[in-house]
């Protein structure tokens, strides 16, 4: 089965400081990637997905990017972070019609 | 406009008896349904899936039933568990969607010892 890392686990910035969140995915080839964020008292909210190297597509519009330099990246950008950003990102992976593996998660909270 | 929803926030079930977690959605096209459960600060695991083709699938103590006339699903866990206490969200697939999964809301199940 699929193993999705993700890091850093808690991450403490400033408003106006940058963000790069980094997921990388073992046991699968080309998969779909995804970064989804919950809020306090929201469910789960796809913010992008890839379905390969170089393509993202955006669900919201907001202020962070993703890039997929590689098969198995994914990362979550900021070039400067607003308090509503703060939340729980998710990056999670999946092939075809297969459930979606799900990483361990980052709690961003900026100040 | 949610195309998933989970209208209940939370549900408080005592450990032996049967937990009913309700999902509806809106969108005729979704045809793959999933439940994951999360525990705090960790990410979903995933529990069971259901496609449209079927009205209900078991996998242990876990049932999901589809009504798709009535575009709405459920998780029955039977028994429920104090380990079972966790958030549980429904999601559900387009075809043809790139696979994106959209997720309800969730509902917090507790289950009192």
């Known amino acids: 089965s699929q193993t999705i890392h993700q890091w850093p686990a808690t991450l403490v910035q400033p408003v106006g400081s940058p963000l790069s969140l980094e997921c990388t995915v073992e046991?699968?080839?080309?998969?779909?990637l995804y970064w989804y964020r919950q809020a306090a008292g929201r469910g789960l909210q796809l913010l992008f997905y890839?379905?390969?190297?170089?393509?993202i597509s955006s669900e919201v519009p907001q202020n962070l990017s993703a890039s997929r330099p590689q098969d198995r990246q994914f990362i979550l950008s900021s070039k400067k972070l607003l308090l509503s950003d703060s939340g729980f990102y998710l990056c999670?992976?999946?092939?075809?019609?297969?459930?979606?593996?799900f990483g361990q998660g980052t709690r961003l909270t900026v100040v | 406009d949610q195309q998933v929803k989970q209208n209940s926030p939370s549900l408080s079930v005592q450990e032996g008896r049967i937990s009913i977690l309700n999902c509806d959605y809106t969108n005729s096209m979704f045809d793959y349904f999933l439940w994951y459960k999360k525990y705090p600060a960790e990410g979903p695991t995933f529990l069971i899936s259901i496609s449209s083709i079927k009205d209900k699938n078991e996998d242990g103590r876990f049932t999901v039933f589809l009504n798709k006339s009535a575009k709405h699903l459920s998780l029955h866990i039977v028994p429920s568990q104090p380990g079972d206490s966790a958030v549980y969200f429904c999601?559900?697939?387009?075809?043809?969607?790139?696979?994106?999964?959209?997720f309800g809301k969730g509902t917090k199940l507790s289950v009192k010892p």
């Open positions: 046991g699968t080839s080309n998969p779909n």
């Open positions: 999670a992976s999946r092939q075809g019609r297969l459930k979606a593996f």
């Open positions: 999601a559900a697939s387009e075809v043809g969607s790139q696979g994106n999964l959209i």
């Open positions: 890839s379905v390969g190297i170089g393509q």
